[in-house]
């Protein structure tokens, strides 16, 4: 296999059998060396002692004139028993207790006995341990630090080396088709797919493409299935690296794996290099003491790496990250990560778009409706929508299913919002009419609110996730912004629970905690950050940061301001909540009759809800129908748009795959050409040949055997494998020709 497809040739640790030859052999002498010195140290230790004895069995033996023989050391008595001694053919020891009357007891019992100097020092002794607890600790240090820098690989602290995972073109298996949502995004990437196919097309003009282009977006949106799709059209090998995998506690590790990483990408040109989740190097560099040396090393060797490779290389440079905010202004600029691409949250569309990708090898009934599962799911992302996917198919197995049923996705959805139905938790009876009020207060409040999301679905069945039950309200079509009027109406209709509680039991329970906190923030919104105040007009009071993680506020302004707020907000909450009551109090008579079916059925869903409210609002249902005839009509014309955008999108793609067959076609034809030009004059003479021969009226065979020799013909191999004939006066004799 070449070398250059081969990323393991030429690497001696590759080959897990070489590992002995490196710090794998130099481990198992170390750990030769140990034991030995433990089995000598023992050996000096307990040499000639097998089984230790108390003083008293010695003094018992010794009256029972049991011991032939007692040697004295320092430390322990060595006893030798008599044949006739239960410890016959054993030795025996006991310590030495400096027992002054030893000597005599020894003489009266006719026992033998000599002194003995100690065969070892308590100086050696303390050598000898010392110095195994030293070699133990170097063996451990060689090996943690071994495997900390690439599985014991390259020597004896290789803590440079690249462990970027690669794939090569055939191992991908990821293409455009399999990324769906993302249309934008992927439009953006069409250009780079062609640069990468025909870098000098781009280089004959002029035009130098971005080296690096940055992913942004929330987590889950499909980053690096996205990049890895790019290389997947392209064609091309796929570097895959995590931004965290640079930095070691060494100094100088990162910066090393940055120069190993871009050597093997221009080895491998044109590739495309992907460092996921970036800002875990590509942090804003700071004057602050506690800064971090390594990832600042790091950094810098790969803004000098991006300014160094060569652009004709074909060498694209693909990095995703949720922290935009935070990355180092000079990995931003021209010349490095200059193009942004927005990775954002698919809207309707789009997520039954990607629920029909993860669908492919799932088995649905064949009343499955996955726009109507994408309604249920505003803001959710790609790996939220594989998850519920995942989940329906769980659930029709549990149930005995072959195939997963609209049931089943609904109750993923809702089990991924509100956790799973907490069947043993059994409510009293008052608790339980408590929350059915409270959820109709809920729903009838955003049924009766103008513009409101309309409700799909209302139940009172526990769930494990603490909620004792919930209205769920799902938007009929994606909205990109959002008006003051709507927010106050979410606001409403999140204390209407509150309210119903207020209305019917004329008291308030924890219920609502969520509803407040949610209702407060949102209040705390409009002030801050919206500019929806009239104390504070178009005043941005809030920052936010990290955008596409948790959207956190900070506040930017002084203590007496703050109190200000705290006022406004306050306002908006009591306006929003005596709304809810004064729309609750005007149709107690829904509110009775639509929680006396809650009560019955435990869950309700959104069409049999609002039939009950069409019931005394018959006005009501015939604007929804105005409403629907104009949505309809809206949501054709945006079909349309995106239906032409995609064509233009494939069309695109198609054109590259067109240019670059055509581009093949004609290599293969110069290169025909060329053997014909290289061949041309033997052509000629054979075809001379022929012409007289026939003129003759000779035998072909015969005439062209005898002919050969005379012409002093040679056969020579073309690339095609066919032999032809080659005139050495008409064939140049240079090996070139």
């Known amino acids: 296999m070449d070398q250059k497809n081969n990323p393991n040739k030429g690497n001696k640790n590759s080959n897990p059998n070489n590992m002995m030859k490196g710090p794998g052999k130099t481990i198992i002498i170390y750990i ?206 796929f570097f895959s690296i995590s931004g965290s995998s640079f930095v070691e506690m060494f100094v100088g590790a990162g910066a090393k794996r940055v120069r190993e990483l871009f050597k093997d990408a221009a080895e491998k040109a044109p590739c495309i290099i992907f460092i996921d989740e970036i800002d875990a190097v590509g942090k804003s560099r700071d004057s602050q003491l506690q800064s971090n040396d390594e990832r600042e090393q790091t950094l810098n060797q790969l803004l000098a790496e991006m300014d160094g490779f060569d652009s004709s290389k074909a060498i694209v440079i693909l990095a995703a990250t949720n922290r935009p905010e935070i990355l180092d202004k000079a990995l931003l600029r021209p010349g490095r990560f200059d193009r942004r691409i927005i990775v954002d949250r698919p809207d309707l569309p789009g997520r039954e778009a990607i629920l029909k990708v993860h669908a492919k090898d799932v088995k649905l009934a064949p009343d499955v409706d996955l726009k109507d599962i994408a309604k249920s799911t505003p803001g959710a992302v790609g790996a939220d929508l594989a998850n519920i996917m995942n989940e329906g198919a769980l659930r029709a197995v549990r149930e005995g299913r072959k195939l997963v049923s609209q049931d089943d996705l609904r109750e993923a959805v809702e089990d991924i919002i509100a956790g799973k139905e907490k069947k043993d938790r059994i409510l009293s009876k008052k608790e339980r009419d408590a929350v059915a009020f409270h959820e109709v207060g809920h729903a009838l409040v955003a049924g009766l609110l103008e513009d409101s999301d309309p409700v799909h679905k209302i139940t009172i069945v526990p769930r494990t996730m603490g909620a004792l039950g919930y209205t769920m309200q799902l938007p009929e079509d994606e909205k990109y912004l959002v008006s003051k009027e709507d927010l106050l109406n979410q606001i409403t209709v999140m204390f209407g629970g509150r309210a119903a509680e207020e209305e019917v039991f004329n008291l308030v329970s924890t219920g609502a905690s969520n509803d407040i906190e949610r209702a407060t923030q949102t209040a705390r919104s409009m002030v801050t950050v919206y500019g929806m105040s009239e104390r504070f007009d178009m005043m941005a009071l809030e920052s936010v ?167 002093n013909m040679e056969k020579e191999q073309t690339s095609e494998g066919n032999e032809v004939e080659v005139k050495k006066d008409d064939v140049n004799d240079d090996p070139q020709n």
């Not at 829904?590 to 435990?602: A, F, P, Q, R, S």
């Not at 067959?661 to 025909?672: Q, T």
């Open 545 to 711: 940061q990290n955008r596409y993680l948790d959207g956190r506020a900070v506040r930017n302004c002084s203590e007496q301001t703050s109190t200000i707020i705290d006022e406004e907000v306050l306002a908006i909450v009591k306006q929003c909540h005596q709304k809810a009551r004064d729309i609750l109090r005007e149709n107690r008579d829904l509110l009775d009759k639509i929680t006396g079916v809650l009560l019955e059925k435990e869950t309700i869903f959104g069409d049999e809800f609002m039939e009950i409210v069409y019931e005394k609002y018959p006005e009501m249902k015939i604007k929804k129908q105005e409403r629907d005839k104009r949505r309809e009509e809206a949501k054709r014309q945006v079909e349309e748009a995106k239906k032409k955008a995609e064509e233009l999108r494939k069309a695109k793609l198609e054109e590259i795959a067109r240019r670059n067959e055509e581009k093949a076609l004609a290599a293969a034809k110069a290169e025909e050409e060329a053997r014909k030009a290289k061949f041309a004059p033997l052509d000629e003479a054979l075809e001379k040949m022929k012409i007289e021969k026939e003129l003759k009226g000779e035998d072909s065979e015969k005439n062209e055997s005898e002919i050969k020799p005379s012409l």
């Open 32 to 237: 030769v060396i140990a034991l030995a010195l433990v089995l000598s140290a023992g050996y000096i230790r307990n040499t000639s002692l097998n089984e230790e004895i108390t003083y008293t069995k010695f003094q018992q033996l010794l009256n029972q004139k049991q011991i032939s023989e007692v040697t004295i050391t320092q430390d322990d008595l060595v006893i030798t028993p008599k044949d006739t001694s239960e410890y016959k053919g054993k030795s025996l020891y006991t310590p030495n207790i400096n027992n002054p009357q030893l000597i005599q007891e020894l003489k009266d019992a006719g026992v033998t006995f000599v002194g003995k100097n100690p065969t070892y020092s308590p100086f050696i002794n303390t050598i000898v341990m010392y110095g195994l607890m030293f070699l133990f600790l170097i063996f451990m240090w060689k090996f943690v630090f071994s495997k900390m820098s690439g599985k014991m690989g390259g020597g004896m602290m290789p803590f440079g080396k690249n462990n970027a995972k690669v794939y090569m073109e055939d191992e991908i298996g990821v293409t455009f088709n399999d990324v769906a949502g993302q249309e934008e995004a992927k439009e953006s990437l069409v250009e780079v797919i062609d640069y990468l196919n025909d870098p000098k097309k781009y280089t004959e003009i002029g035009a130098k493409l971005p080296k690096g282009a940055l992913l942004v977006g929330p987590p889950g949106t499909g980053k690096t299935l996205l990049a890895k799709a790019v290389a997947g059209e392209a064609k091309v090998p």
